[in-house]
């Protein structure tokens, strides 16, 4: 129901992820959701353990239909949201930037790893510069390289969407919860 196992058309296949597919039909790619569970469990096991240590997520997509969703459940669980054109060096260059030297997240999730324009998304790289772990959902047509954790899937419908931000909601949530109750029990 969540729509994770549309990909993309045939003839838009990344090579990269031929791995993760089941097949197709129709010409569309269809993606292997025994694949994504196995990786999405990963993926929220992780997000789950940087919340636990009080870590910072932010939350990163520059899909215009789920931007507003984004920002709103990043802030839900108290944490971090960029939905905006990508400023080149906001990670890498922080000190030039803003004037002084801020925290970087603890990890970086992508909803979606393509830029509007169909090119990887700047921040990738600048995170893997920064050695900053990062969460992507990689649909048929993208390129899961520098991914620490990526996540085979629909990230173009707002069902697959809002299906994966309820799950990393309730992975940070979970997290937080495990940390006051470590906290309660010193």
């Not at 789950?48 to 839900?76: C, P, Q, W, Y």
């Not at 108290?78 to 990890?107: C, E, F, I, M």
Request: a positive charge.
């Amino acid at each position: 129901k969540a729509r994770l196992h549309y990909g993309h058309k045939v003839g838009t296949l990344n090579d990269n992820m031929k791995w993760a597919l089941y097949g197709e039909r129709l010409g569309v790619c269809i993606f292997d959701l025994d694949v994504t569970k196995k990786f999405l469990v990963r993926a929220l096991n992780f997000v789950a353990h940087v919340a636990m240590r009080g870590g910072m997520i932010l939350f990163v997509t520059s899909n215009r239909d789920s931007m507003f969703d984004v920002e709103k459940a990043a802030e839900e669980v108290g944490q971090y949201s960029h939905v905006r054109k990508w400023q080149s060096g906001t990670l890498t260059n922080t000190r030039q930037l803003l004037g002084a030297s801020v925290r970087l997240p603890d990890a970086v999730c992508f909803l979606s790893t393509l830029t509007s324009l169909g090119e990887n998304h700047p921040a990738i790289i600048e995170a893997a510069k920064m050695a900053i772990p990062t969460i992507g959902v990689v649909d048929s047509n993208s390129d899961p390289a520098y991914l620490t954790y990526l996540v085979p899937g629909n990230d173009d419908t707002p069902q697959s969407t809002e299906y994966l931000m309820r799950m990393l909601k309730e992975a940070v949530r979970k997290g937080q919860e495990e940390r006051k109750r470590l906290q309660q029990g010193k």
